[in-house]
């Protein structure tokens, strides 16, 4: 049988993404937003429905260039449960993360303990739609305002999701998206900034943090680095993008086939999608909490198997090498026990049902087959 692994980049027909590149055998245009660069730019105007979109080489630094863009300062908020990116991005602007538990129901941040965690040097919020469940956008609205804070979201796994119709790109000051081969849409690597209106010149701020600062053909005017999406990027997500809706259909019948599958195994816990949630189906979650078999006894189960598994996110931010002098997990417990107990199955367009069926039966049965 041929190996599972935990994704698998969704990509165009070969000649499709060759037509959209033949022009640039002519034009010798490679990057520096060229055609292709404006033609996805626009594209995704539309698509989130949103006023600014400006990409970026990858989600990382597209996530540092809005931190830098906003100015902030001191200290900003944000969870453990999150892709080591989140926290780099905050730390290599000079700022301080402070870390937030996060709530057991969706894995975003609880919103219920932020307060007690912002101090006179508070700037930002930057909190995770993990998996795609989307955040507390409401109650983060209500603390930024009353506090003066930003928020920018890391929405690197909520592409494409909306809540109550209204795109998730819409909330907070700006949101981060990543276009990672491993993501629901991709540009090979790539990101963008999203935002609705142009506070405080931040697009113009945005553009000139990817490109050096260059403004001009003489004039350089802020310290900015080099983060622009080539023109063979931006071809790969406008073709990627016309079968968008198509994967994410995809992906969700193979979801449902888990949920059903899952839904009734004590000891599983299942990612809940409210009724008000449109997902994009990015990932499929599933918690061993009183299991016969634990988290890991599970992982190396799939892995015997030739299935891969993800222990996503697993260890905690605040457990890295890098973080854990100064921070420790046990101040944020909820974070602590799910990490520990959650697994990402392999979930993507082309996985068919019967895999499913036989990973399912797999965890189920809690034997080798
Ligand atoms: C993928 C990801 C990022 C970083 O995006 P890249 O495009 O890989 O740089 C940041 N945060 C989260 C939560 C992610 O999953």
Redesign the pocket.
């Known amino acids: 049988m041929e190996k599972i692994q935990v994704t698998k980049s969704s990509m165009p027909e070969f000649e499709e993404y060759v037509e959209e590149i033949r022009s640039l055998w002519e034009s010798h245009w490679l990057t520096n937003m060229g055609e292709k660069h404006k033609k996805l730019e626009s594209k995704l105007k539309n698509y989130l429905e949103s006023e600014n979109v400006i990409l970026f080489s ?4 597209a ?1 540092e260039a809005a931190l830098n863009a906003y100015e902030l300062q001191g200290e900003v908020i944000t969870s453990p449960f ?2 080591a ?2 926290v780099h991005a905050i730390t290599r602007n000079g700022l301080t993360p402070v870390f937030c538990d996060i709530n057991e129901e969706d894995y975003t941040i609880d919103v219920k303990q932020i307060e007690r965690l912002i101090t006179k040097k508070t700037t930002a919020i930057v909190p ?1 739609h993990v998996y795609g469940n989307i955040c507390d956008v409401e109650e983060l609205d209500k603390l930024a305002r009353k506090y003066d804070l930003k928020v920018i979201y ?1 929405a ?2 909520a592409f494409g999701t909306k809540i109550d119709g209204v795109p998730v790109s819409r909330f907070g000051n700006a949101s981060m998206f ?3 081969a491993t ?1 629901v849409f991709n540009t090979i ?3 963008a900034i999203v935002f609705q209106n142009n506070q405080g010149q931040i697009a113009s701020r945005l553009n000139m943090l990817k490109n050096f600062g260059i403004t001009g053909p003489e004039t350089v005017e802020i310290v900015g680095g080099n983060a622009k999406m080539n023109e063979f990027q931006a071809a790969m997500g406008i073709c990627n993008l016309k079968y968008l809706s198509e994967e994410i259909s995809k992906r969700k019948k193979i979801v449902e086939r888990y949920m059903e599958n899952l839904k009734n195994v004590p000891g599983i816990i299942l990612n809940k999608i409210p009724d008000s949630v449109e997902s994009n189906y990015a990932y499929f979650p599933v918690r061993f909490d009183n299991y016969h078999l634990n988290r890991d006894e599970v992982f190396e189960l799939l892995l015997s198997n030739e299935i891969t598994a993800r222990k996503y996110f697993y260890p905690l931010a605040n457990d890295f090498e890098c973080y854990k002098e100064k921070y420790s997990s046990d101040d944020t417990p909820i974070a602590k026990k799910v990490s520990k107990q959650i697994l990402t199955l392999p979930l993507y367009a082309s996985l068919s049902l019967d895999d499913v069926d036989r990973i399912c039966k797999l965890i189920v049965k809690g034997e080798k087959e």
């Open positions: 990858n989600g990382h630094l996530l999150t892709f990116s989140t995770i890391d690197a796994h990543s276009f990672h993501k690597e790539g990101g």
